[in-house]
């Protein structure tokens, strides 16, 4: 079945649009009696549209300005105007957009006029930030075991629970509730880790926080990673207390994609070089408000922010690509990294190019801030999930799976690993050999070790010889014949075995005489 056909031709809105605007009624629930003016940037499309639907809505001030960071691929200039409005009217200006441009709102909220003024005013030619990461592959060892033991099936579970809520839009109770439950969620997956903490940010104009995971970098904690995804949503028709806005696709994909990246950070004890925060952003459906404070805030904090991620939407497969990285608000350089992140550990993986044309998502907040930024997106823009910002965004109509969504979630672990790698300790040192000669008779065992193995690093022990002797390998703790994580039993004594280390760890060696043998071992390890 084809479900990909226009908002309006599916559920019938565009008429409920026009009767509820009649009726005055298309206010979010904390704003309805409210006629608060806003600041608001929006393109010269949008704003036909915002003249059509308040043309007392005179623009400020207008400007060309650049839309993306000097990509090589898409550099496209928009002109942009600061305009005063009613907070009322920017649901009817996201209403106007969708049936007349036939896309989303496009218009990025600002707190007064003068923040307007300056996020218009910036200088035309960004210039790149001091320090670029060198965007260095370099951690299979890490990565490659961490994206097989990735799973489909955690993804739903968040998608599912997340959906749960009627909505969780940013000035309701639910709203609220599922950022407390996004806190949980991560605060229970991350207990026992004293470098990870989680903690609500709150925002001082609406009650639903937005939620930041930091785990510690060891040796660079100065510099951060960021992954996001927005928690809120939105239903077009107006969203009050118990409006449905599952919100499967929009965006409770996104924020279970970057929960299945962590879990198996997690589960592999990896510990970044880098500063590595996740974050759950509250109010983006309403104009990016979440984010844009926690971007200023980091920037008047001179945090060192190295790149950005944003997942907005991961898990409906509207296009032949697999995964589409967005040429506007983002950064080119990223973006060249993402793509190699991509062709290196996700080589079955076709990639796209394509482009909102406006400040679509929550990377566009670290962009005006001058951050790099990427946003690998779940379709061509013509072609996403028709059903989002309706009761329909469910996780049926992603077609009840996640194995898209998996693709991103892959991704945003490949680039959490490898940029959060990366750090001021240089390259790592080099492999300890040490070699051993002995003997045994039937039946005998040697054990070896602790060997302390450092993060990234990998272990290998290979035996030559005489008779047979048998090879076990393991981490932590004494390996037996029956309990290993490598065994190399063959029937002479030429065995070889190799482990990865996700983080510093102790790993044991056991020879077993299977037969009278004499034998030489060499192991050769990353040391700590
Ligand atoms: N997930 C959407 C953005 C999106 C939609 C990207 C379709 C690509 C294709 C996001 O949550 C959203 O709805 N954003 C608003 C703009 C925001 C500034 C209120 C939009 O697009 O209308
Ligand atoms: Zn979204």
New binding site residues.
Partial sequence: MDIRKSHFAISGIAPKIAALLAAGLFVGSTAAMDTKKVWITVGDAAYAQLQKVAPQAIARESRITLTNQASSRFTGTEKVHLVEVDEQQLLKL?AAVHQELKR?????FHPSESAGRKALNKPLVKRPAAARPAYAIGNQAIVTPMLAQMQDSNIVQTIVDMAAFDNRYYATTNGANASNWLLKKWTDMTAGRSDISVAQFSHPNWGQKSVILTIKGSDNPAEVVVLGA?LDTINMNGTYETTIAPGAD??ASGIASLTEALRVMLANGYKPRRTIKIIGYAA?????RGSQEIAQNFKDNNVNVVGVMQL??TNYQGSSSDIYLYTDYTNSQQNDFVAKLISTYLPTLSIGYDQ?GY???DHASWDAQGYPTSMP?EAA?SQ?NPY??TSDDTYANSGSQAAHALKFARLAAAYAVELGSEGSGGTPPADKVETFSGSLTKGQKKTYGPYKVGAGGSIKAALSGSGDTDLYVRKAAAPSTTTYDCKSDGPTSTENCALNMAANGDVYLLLNGYAASSYKLTVSYRPQ
């Fill in positions: 996201s989303c709102g496009g218009f990025m927005h929009d965006d983006e459906e309403v104009g990016l907005d939407m909102c400040a679509c998502s997106f823009f996403y989002i910002h």
